[in-house]
């Protein structure tokens, strides 16, 4: 009696998790905004493009160098 009742336990477990799922990974379909004006990735600042993220990894770059040329005060001197 036992084993049945956790088997089951088991199995509705086992579906709650796969309606879970099911709905967790359908695509949502967007409709159109009001006005039916659609944004692009041109018209929202907030979106990187390959060239600030070029640009940023180059400005990384150098404040690494600079960091790395730069001798902290208190260090030991080379024998």
């Known amino acids: 009696m036992r084993a049945g009742f956790g088997l089951i336990g ?6 709650i998790v796969a309606w879970l799922t099911k709905t967790e990974l359908v695509p949502r379909s967007v ?3 009001a006005g039916g004006v659609t ?6 600042p907030s979106i990187n493009t390959p060239a600030q993220g070029a640009a940023a990894l180059d400005q990384f770059k150098q404040k ?10 208190n260090a030991p001197s080379s024998p």
């Open 64 to 73: 690494l160098n600079q960091a790395l040329q730069t001798r902290p005060v």
């Open 39 to 44: 944004a692009s990735a041109t018209q929202d």
């Open 31 to 33: 409709g159109p905004r």
């Open 10 to 15: 088991l199995l509705l477990a086992l579906l």
